[in-house]
């Protein structure tokens, strides 16, 4: 088994973008610049993850899916820096 990195984790949401946002056919630019931060148990489970600031429902929710999973083991806050456009 694959253990979540910030990378899986980032390229996840990328695709997340990409489904909800990409085929849009549109002349309007569209750009969003956030930081995921996820706390991590122990065990490596997800405790909570949150956008700051908070993306669009939809984007949120697909993000969800996107940590399913665990971390290596230790508990431990990681942020992760991400900034998506068309």
Known sequence: ASFLTPASIK??????????????????KLSISSTMRI???????????????????SLQLCAGSVIAGRFTTGARTIAIPMSFGR
């Open 11 to 28: 390229a996840g949401v990328e695709r997340c973008w990409s489904q909800i946002y990409g085929a849009r056919q549109s002349q309007l």
């Open 39 to 57: 706390q991590v148990r122990a065990d490596g489970t997800v405790q909570s993850a949150v956008f700051d600031p908070p993306l669009a429902p």
